[in-house]
């Protein structure tokens, strides 16, 4: 069956450094793949967009990558702040008679430390 | 631009009660779906639609029933609450499907009793 994984646990870093998510997946072929945050309270919010053909998309201090052979995508936050502690979310869409439907994986936490 | 709206914030319910959670966007956006959100378990579709007049079940549909008479609006009915469906729901439209960034609803906390 089609599965999305993310880590559960949290991931704890120090404000300043990279932190790095990831999101794999098995039994799937998308063709975009979406990753969004989501704060204590309210709904999730987009970030980025990356399909298939491109290997890798930045925006501002966020960095995604997309690696259709090992079926993963590295979602980095560069030079993090605590203001960037929330969960973020993967989405891969998934063909379903003719529509593309998004696909959300669990979300890991982030907590950035002062 | 409002964007995605969802009424009420919270709800409470007794068991075998019916109710109806309201979403509207005002972005002209054709894709429309509706999540619960449970501990643990990520966000969960429960139906979608693709276009006024056309929907479709999502991963957990049972307990639920949508229309979309209009572009804008997407509402939710519980038929029957039962307290298995205590849960955040999120309300979210997009241009077009997983291909566009989707824009989620402040959600509504239900909580069946």
């Known amino acids: 069956s089609q599965k999305i994984e993310q880590n559960s646990e949290a991931l704890n870093i120090q404000e300043g450094k990279t932190a790095t998510l990831t999101c794999n997946y098995t039994n799937y072929s998308p063709a975009y793949l979406q990753w969004y945050r989501q704060d204590p309270g309210r709904g999730p919010v987009f970030l980025l967009l990356i399909r298939e053909n491109e290997k890798e998309k930045r925006k501002e201090r966020l960095k995604v990558t997309f690696d259709t052979t090992l079926k993963q995508s590295l979602f980095h936050i560069t030079a993090s702040q605590p203001a960037d502690s929330a969960t973020y979310l993967c989405?891969?869409?998934?063909?379903?008679?003719?529509?593309?439907?998004?696909?959300f994986g669990r979300g890991t936490s982030l907590i950035v430390h002062p | 631009n409002a964007g995605v709206t969802q009424t009420p914030k919270f709800q409470v319910l007794k068991t075998g009660q019916s109710m109806t959670l309201q979403c509207a966007q005002d972005?002209?956006?054709?894709?429309m779906s509706w999540y619960r959100q449970d501990p643990g378990m990520g966000l969960r579709l429960i139906h979608y639609s693709v276009g006024a007049g056309i929907t479709d079940q999502g991963e957990v549909p049972n307990g639920y029933n949508v229309s979309r008479s209009t572009t804008e609006d997407f509402p939710l009915r519980l038929l029957s609450a039962a307290p298995s469906q205590t849960s955040v729901y999120f309300c979210?439209?997009?241009?077009?499907?997983?291909?566009?960034?989707?824009?989620f609803g402040p959600g509504t906390r239900l909580t069946v009793t």
């Open positions: 979210a439209s997009s241009y077009s499907g997983g291909t566009y960034e989707q824009y």
């Open positions: 972005m002209n956006h054709e894709y």
């Open positions: 989405a891969l869409d998934r063909r379903d008679r003719g529509s593309y439907i998004p696909t």
